[in-house]
């Protein structure tokens, strides 16, 4: 069973930082990509970030480039979001997904999210 | 940049009746598209891929429809835990790698 379980979430002061985790288990993690998702507070959903399974190949939304740093520990089957120059948008629910790979791929497990508030 | 839109914002159905949810994209993304079903407080999850498979588990009332700009999702026989938000996807075109629809929210007459 795939299993996404995200931790690192908690309030942030405005310029500050926070590091995201999501640990997974239930499939081979180095054969997928994975990205991050956020929903702030009664809004819809955003693409944030996504990584490849070997780590080498990054992406970021417009929003977040620049700021944020998307990484992943293959051999402890985790994930990390590195979020940098916090700004109030930034609050939200960050979802950790997992990719089905392929050329083209979509988000078919997600984790439970983790809630990031930042303040001024 | 593809821009995805959806209609209704809100739908209200009885349950028993037949829901219809529409997405459209800015520009084709061929059958590049899902859906998923948030209800409050939980995650999102996957109910359609490929514009029109249904993801393991999802019951047979869900379908989906469509390619290139326009899809369609149906609950032909609403059930009670149906009530809920569902967002259209692309993941055709880049950048971004994925755009989500604003969503529908699915609630009871």
């Known amino acids: 069973e795939v299993q996404l379980v995200e931790s690192g979430g908690g309030s942030g002061q405005s310029g500050g930082s926070l590091r995201l985790s999501c640990a997974a288990s239930?499939?081979?993690?180095?054969?997928?990509?994975m990205t991050w998702v956020r929903q702030a507070p009664g809004k819809g959903l955003e693409w944030v970030a996504a990584?490849?399974?070997?780590?080498?190949?990054?992406f970021y939304a417009d929003s977040v480039k620049g700021r944020f740093s998307i990484s992943r520990d293959n051999l402890r089957n985790t994930l990390f979001l590195r979020l940098s120059s916090l700004r109030a948008e930034d609050t939200g629910r960050y979802y950790c997904?997992?990719?089905?790979?392929?050329?083209?791929?979509?988000?078919?497990?997600w984790g439970r999210g983790v809630l990031v508030t930042v303040s001024s | 940049e593809i821009v995805m839109t959806q209609s209704p914002a809100t739908l209200s159905v009885s349950p028993g009746e037949r829901a219809t949810l529409s997405c459209r994209a800015s520009?084709?993304?061929?059958?590049?598209l899902a859906w998923y079903q948030q209800k409050p407080g939980q995650a999102p999850r996957l109910l359609i891929y490929?514009?029109?498979t249904r993801a393991t588990g999802i019951p047979a009332r869900f379908s989906g429809s469509g390619s290139g700009t326009e899809f369609t999702l149906t609950i032909s026989s609403l059930q009670s835990e149906d009530f809920a938000v569902y967002y259209c996807?692309?993941?055709?075109?880049?950048?971004?790698?994925?755009?989500f629809g604003p969503g529908t929210k699915v609630d009871i007459k």
């Open positions: 520009q084709s993304v061929s059958s590049n």
């Open positions: 990584i490849s399974g070997s780590g080498n190949r990054t």
């Open positions: 996807q692309q993941y055709n075109n880049w950048p971004p790698l994925f755009t």
């Open positions: 490929g514009a029109s």
């Open positions: 997904t997992k990719e089905t790979g392929g050329t083209y791929s979509w988000i078919d497990y």
């Open positions: 239930g499939f081979t993690f180095n054969n997928y990509a």
